[in-house]
């Protein structure tokens, strides 16, 4: 059972259909609703958790295939923006606004 697990969880194809799933879901989903935050509040100080769960879903799920897929470029190219979306949304959890 483990096995079969593994081998879905590494196929390149099923990979690469989710990392190409979540992008979309962030274009659509992630990035209007932090537009819609930033006009609601005037500002861009903070952005949503919605945003930044997307962000971090998506360079994360394209480090993920580049490295299932064997592709350095796609790999490398996407670790800075999977570090940093994740500790943008460490952030925005510990340090959210006090009441």
Known sequence: MFHDLAAFLFDPSVVGWWALIVTVLYSIC???AQI???FKNRHTVRPSLLFG???AATFNS???Y???KGDTYVFGSNCPGA???VVLLLQALFYR???
Do not use: D, E, K, T
């Open 36 to 38: 819609w935050n930033n």
């Open 83 to 85: 570090i940093c979306a």
């Open 30 to 32: 992630g990035m209007p």
């Open 53 to 55: 769960v997307s962000i």
């Open 97 to 99: 606004p006090r009441q």
């Open 66 to 68: 580049g490295y299932v």
């Open 62 to 64: 394209w480090v993920w």
